[in-house]
């Protein structure tokens, strides 16, 4: 079980499955400028534990991701999209998980700048 959260704690989540042996770095606009490390997961695998009411939607681009942050201290712990096979799935940002070693993990280039 992967234990997440904002940097307040507003927001808390978790994660059904085991830390993935490979992150992307994505580097559009927005995720560089973040530093996010993105992992994806199936719907049912993610529960918001705390916090819904604490959230704010963000849109840029195509409008096809639905960056979550938290009102409170600005961080984004994970973002709603939909996968290549057409299914909901959440993209959490590992560096708001607290149980995952990220230097452990492998690092795969996106290039969403071209997106």
Known sequence: MLNGSCHCGA????????????VINCNCSHCRRKGFLLAFYPVEQFTL???EAALQSY???RHV?????????GC???AKGVGPDGKPVRAVNLRCVENV??????????????L
């Open 49 to 51: 534990t705390k916090g």
């Open 59 to 61: 849109f840029f681009n």
């Open 65 to 73: 991701i639905e960056h979550q942050f938290c009102q409170t201290c």
């Open 76 to 78: 984004e712990p994970y």
């Open 11 to 22: 927001v808390t989540f978790t994660v059904d499955a085991d830390p993935p042996a490979e």
């Open 101 to 114: 070693d990220l230097d452990a993990l492998s690092v795969r280039q996106f290039d969403g700048a071209k």
